[in-house]
T-cell receptor
C-alpha cells in the first residue's frame, strides 16, 4: 500500500514568489494534516481537514497561507507571497477514523526562500 | 505548549536497551501518551501509545508510571537504524492536535 505522497520534495524560490505543495493521503484516510517543521524543532500543525472541511486552521497564517482539499482526497497548501521565514519542511499526514488515530506522515517538502 | 519534557539527547550502545524518559506532570485523565520518531530527512513515524497500562508492540515497550506523570519508551535491542529524534506527546484520544516539542535525539553507537 502506498504511503502519503508529497511533491515536490524540494523547492527553492525567491522571496515574494508564490509556492504550492501537494499531498495525496493514504487511500481511505479521511483526516489530513499539514505541518510545518523548522530546523531543530518538532512539527507544528498548520491545518487539519476532516474530509473536505477544515476543522482546525487556528495556526495557519491566513494572510499569506491557504489550503484546500476540494474533493476530500488530495490537498494543496499555498504560500503567497513567500517570506524568508517560511523556509522549513512542510509535512503532510493522514489518519483514518477510529482506531489509534495514528498519523502517517509523508516525506515532506523542503522549502528554501532566498 | 508541548506539555512534555524530554532530555535533549542520549546515546545508546548497539544491541543494548534504549530507555527514553518523558515527563508529563500536567497530563489529564483523558490524555494518552504517544511516541513518534523521526529519522533524518523523513517524516515522523508512529511507535506506540498508551493511557495508563504498559504497552508493547513489535517496535517498543511503553512504561507509564502509576500516577501517569512520566513514562519511558524502551527499545529492547537498539540498532543503528534506531538513531532518530524521539517525540513524546500527550493528547486527548481524538480531535486535538499533537504538540511535538523538540524531542530526544537518540544516537545508537556501534
Amino acid at each position: 500500500e502506498a504511503g502519503v505522497v508529497q511533491s515536490p520534495r524540494y523547492k527553492i524560490i525567491e522571496k515574494k514568489q508564490p509556492v504550492a505543495f501537494w499531498c495525496n493521503p493514504i487511500s481511505g484516510h479521511n483526516t489530513l494534516y499539514w505541518y510545518r517543521q523548522n530546523l531543530g524543532q518538532g512539527p507544528e500543525l498548520l491545518i487539519r481537514y476532516e474530509n473536505e472541511e477544515a476543522v482546525d486552521d487556528s495556526q495557519l497564517p491566513k494572510d499569506r497561507f491557504s489550503a484546500e482539499r476540494l474533493k476530500g482526497v488530495d490537498s494543496t497548501l499555498k504560500i503567497q507571497p513567500a517570506e524568508l521565514g517560511d523556509s522549513a519542511v512542510y509535512l503532510c499526514a493522514s489518519s483514518q477514523p477510529g482506531g489509534a488515530d495514528e498519523q502517517f506522515f509523508g516525506p515532506g517538502t523542503r522549502l528554501t526562500v532566498l | 505548549d508541548a506539555k512534555t519534557t524530554q532530555p535533549t539527547s542520549m546515546d545508546c550502545a548497539e544491541g543494548r536497551a534504549a530507555n527514553l524518559p518523558c515527563n508529563h506532570s500536567t497530563i489529564s485523565g483523558n490524555e494518552y501518551v504517544y511516541w513518534y520518531r523521526q529519522i533524518h530527512s523523513q517524516g515522523p513515524q508512529y511507535i506506540i501509545h498508551g493511557l495508563k497500562n504498559n504497552e508493547t508492540n513489535e517496535m517498543a515497550s511503553l512504561i507509564i508510571t502509576e500516577d501517569r506523570k512520566s513514562s519511558t519508551l524502551i527499545l529492547p535491542h537498539a540498532t543503528l537504524r534506531d538513531t532518530a529524534v524521539y517525540y513524546c506527546i500527550v493528547r486527548v484520544y481524538t480531535g486535538n492536535q499533537f504538540y511535538f516539542g523538540t524531542g530526544t535525539s537518540l544516537t545508537v553507537i556501534p
